[in-house]
Nanobody, 124 residues
Framework: QVHLVESGGGSVQAGGSLRLSCAAS????????MTWFRQAPGKEREGIAT??????FYVDSVKGRFTISQDNAKKSTYLQMNSLKLGDTAMYYC???????????????????WGQGTQVTVSS
């Protein structure tokens, strides 16, 4: 079993920055891809940034503003969020999946480990 714990959320003004962290514990050898998702009120959860073996991918809405990274020694994954917009307000989740799980890396169904989420609120 893998346990994921997010931290670093908070309230920030538009244009500001936040850095989210996702700490993994447990059977972390079972982790392959790590992905950050977010869910705004009334909207579906969406994948926004993913990383595997140092390769990163982003959805267009965050490309150029968000950066996903990992520190394998600390078993942590990070999401640096710059130039935050009102539309970035959401609950942010990190998720991982076992190496034997493939498929669309933006699809929530392919992930078997989830954190509890951390709230990000961007105000004007």
């Amino acid at each position: 079993q893998v346990h994921l714990v997010e931290s670093g959320g908070g309230s920030v003004q538009a244009g500001g920055s936040l850095r989210l962290s996702c700490a993994a514990s447990g059977a972390t050898v079972s982790i392959s891809r790590m992905t950050w998702f977010r869910q705004a009120p009334g909207k579906e959860r969406e994948g926004i940034a993913t990383i595997i073996f140092g390769n990163t991918f982003y959805v267009d809405s965050v490309k150029g503003r968000f950066t996903i990274s990992q520190d394998n020694a600390k078993k942590s994954t990070y999401l640096q969020m710059n130039s935050l917009k009102l539309g970035d307000t959401a609950m942010y989740y990190c998720a991982s999946r076992s190496p034997n799980r493939g498929g669309d890396w933006w699809s929530i169904e392919t992930y078997n480990y989830w954190g509890q989420g951390t709230q990000v609120t961007v105000s004007s």
